[in-house]
């Protein structure tokens, strides 16, 4: 019985707090985090034997997982003629149908996201319209570090990703290089989201993130750091959004 509670993907009770136990053969470590989306602590093992010792380790981190959910951001709730900033514009939430579209208002400063449900504002729509504009400003920023860079342009495709904001696949065996950013990026400043982007391309240059790497983001976007601070204060509350 024991054995089979300490399974790959099983979950435990931990003093009141989901433990979710996995199994990550490339790990070199346990390691501890708690899910963005779902508020669970995720325990990893490199091994099934090792999924008793990552219990034990989580356990010895009560007090940090306690700390961790603590810090976390409450659930977005949106509501009709809210406001909400897509890479750093205002967009009024108008819910008078189901084809979520980006128009203009008469406000030059402030969008309109229209067709976000029928009455009420439906979350699932608003994501749905930031996806897609999300993929249209990334797609072009990505073919415009790329010409800078003198690389042909990889594939850019959208991830939900909790644990980071972008991948970056190059080119192998014939495979085109292939880029993947979290749509949540839309949520937060332009110039953020750019950074990240920018990040991405630089990687098809240096796999790595050693020193000529950083000269790549630096040409591409100038101080990365002030990016990075944002994206570590403010990043949770994106992953808040739509959950």
Same mark, same amino acid.
């Given at each position: 019985?024991?054995?089979?509670?300490?399974?790959?993907?099983?979950?435990?009770?931990?003093?009141?707090?989901?433990?979710?136990?996995?199994?990550?053969?490339?790990?070199?470590?346990?390691?501890?985090?708690?899910?963005?989306?779902?508020?669970?602590?995720?325990?990893?093992?490199?091994?099934?034997?090792?999924?008793?010792?990552?219990?034990?380790? @989580? !356990?010895? =981190?009560?007090?940090?997982? %306690?700390?961790?959910? $603590?810090? *976390? &951001?409450?659930?977005?709730? #949106?509501?009709?003629?809210?406001?909400?900033?897509?890479?750093?514009?205002?967009?009024?939430?108008?819910?008078?149908?189901?084809?979520?579209?980006?128009?203009?208002?008469?406000?030059?400063?402030?969008?309109?996201?229209?067709?976000?449900?029928?009455?009420?504002?439906?979350?699932?729509?608003?994501?749905?319209?930031?996806?897609?504009?999300?993929?249209?400003?990334?797609?072009?920023?990505?073919?415009?570090?790329?010409?800078?860079?003198?690389?042909?342009?990889?594939?850019?495709?959208?991830?939900? @990703? !909790?644990? =980071?904001?972008?991948?970056? %696949?190059?080119?192998? $065996?014939? *495979? &085109?290089?292939?880029?993947? #950013?979290?749509?949540?990026?839309?949520?937060?400043?332009?110039?953020?989201?750019?950074?990240?982007?920018?990040?991405?391309?630089?990687?098809?240059?240096?796999?790595?993130?050693?020193?000529?790497?950083?000269?790549?983001?630096?040409?591409?976007?100038?101080?990365?750091?002030?990016?990075?601070?944002?994206?570590?204060?403010?990043?949770?509350?994106?992953?808040?959004?739509?959950?």
């Amino acid at each position: 019985m024991f054995r089979k509670r300490l399974a790959d993907g099983a979950r435990l009770d931990l003093d009141g707090v989901t433990l979710r136990l996995t199994v990550n053969r490339r790990a070199r470590r346990i390691s501890l985090r708690i899910d963005s989306k779902t508020g669970e602590a995720r325990a990893t093992a490199p091994s099934l034997s090792r999924l008793a010792d990552a219990v034990d380790f @989580a !356990r010895s =981190r009560r007090d940090w997982i %306690a700390a961790q959910l $603590a810090r *976390r &951001p409450e659930p977005v709730s #949106l509501g009709a003629g809210d406001l909400i900033s897509v890479f750093g514009e205002a967009c009024h939430l108008t819910p008078n149908g189901r084809r979520p579209r980006f128009t203009a208002s008469d406000r030059d400063d402030v969008q309109l996201l229209i067709g976000c449900g029928e009455g009420e504002v439906d979350s699932g729509l608003v994501a749905r319209a930031i996806k897609r504009e999300a993929l249209g400003v990334f797609t072009r920023r990505v073919d415009h570090y790329c010409a800078v860079l003198n690389v042909k342009a990889p594939t850019v495709s959208l991830s939900d @990703a !909790r644990t =980071r904001w972008g991948s970056c %696949a190059p080119a192998r $065996a014939g *495979r &085109p290089a292939a880029i993947r #950013l979290s749509w949540r990026l839309a949520l937060a400043p332009f110039a953020v989201a750019d950074y990240v982007a920018a990040h991405e391309c630089a990687h098809l240059i240096e796999a790595n993130h050693g020193p000529k790497f950083w000269r790549e983001v630096a040409r591409l976007v100038g101080d990365h750091r002030p990016h990075r601070d944002w994206l570590r204060a403010h990043g949770p509350a994106l992953h808040a959004f739509g959950r």
